[in-house]
């Protein structure tokens, strides 16, 4: 059985795939089931954001996920092998090192990622799918993601998509305290773009979400407002910036009713980020004049910028990560081990238990105890060593060193 992964993301795929084959996060834990029960697939867990959708999985054919990922989103595998790769064993695990310690992120160090691989085990869990090889994976990926933020200077002045977004809207409007701030959704990522968008203290900030309960939460942390999901179509002009991310499978802003919010604001310009894949804002309102709408592809360009500072520590990284990718490999060679030291002591067992049979109908005959104890000693001794003592002569000597070694034998013995 062999570890792989396979996905596509911001690298290797626009957006525009990436929201073809985003898993809902309520679909998600029976996605897991089907994949591991109809397909020949033992493990599995799947890792889905914005800017990836990856599957790892233990099997011996690594083609049925392929069929199975492009099936289970309706898609052609011909369509979608293009932006698809596939990862064997050591490749694998090099990967998802890499993606829980950010090192595969849009903003290089980002620490969001750690979190949404963590959730992406918990609904593996779940599901019954996260067997003995995968939950060892992932405790190494923790523990690895953990190192390398610990001692490198990875983390160290990372612009998030948070922080972006707000350079983004203040290439457009000079200051942020001077506008109004719609925020949709109420999921981690808006929390962090209510965070760093409160610091500029803008005029009104407002919290919408499906969950009033989750939006209240949200709000009185920030001093925002709340609207109903419902409402933002006819609120959507009261505001300058609109920040969008949830899980919905379909848009939430349609082309009409930007439309609509800009004639009543006679066309005053508004920013629009799209942080959702799949995009909760339709692709179409970008071609209009006066809006200024960004995705997650638009925000990667802003924070290139901080690449080249964080180069040494990228280095240093990567070397951490392939030490340990070779430490995890060891560990999966000597599972293999397993079967082999299992037969070997059920084999000793068996020889033991035979003599001690042996011993106990001599002593139950009345046989002198000492001798008894000696003669179970010497057939216990004599059997365990017949295997090796015969392996010696069958070899004519070349396997000396082999059974000096095993058995942590002197030449000079």
Known sequence: MQLFALGLNHHTAPVSI??????????LVQALGDLVRVKPVKEAAIISTCNRTELYFATEEPQYAADWFAEYHRMALHDLAPYLYTFPQRDAVRHVFRVASGLDSMVIGEPQILGQVKDAVRQAEQAGTLGTTLHKLFQRTFSVAKEVRSTTAIGANTVSMAAAAVHLSERIFERVSEQRVLFVGAGEMIELCAAHFGGEQPKKMTIANRTPARAKALAERFSADVLRLDQVAESLAAYDIVVSCTGSPLPIVGLGMVERALKARRHRPMVMVDLAVPRDIEPEVAALGDVFLYTVDDLAKVVDSGLESRHAAVIEAEGIIDERVDGFLHWLDSRGTVPTIRALREHADHLRQA????????????????????????????????GPTRFL??????????????????KDH
Request: no cysteine.
């Open 18 to 27: 990436r929201e073809q084959v985003a898993f809902q996060p309520e679909r």
């Open 355 to 386: 003599e001690v049979e042996r011993a106990v109908r001599l002593l139950a005959k009345g046989e002198d105890p000492h001798k008894v104890i000696e003669a179970l000693s010497h057939g216990l001794t004599n059997k365990l060593i017949h």
């Open 393 to 410: 002569n069958d070899a004519d000597g070349e396997g000396a060193d082999l059974v000096q070694r095993l058995f942590n034998l002197h």
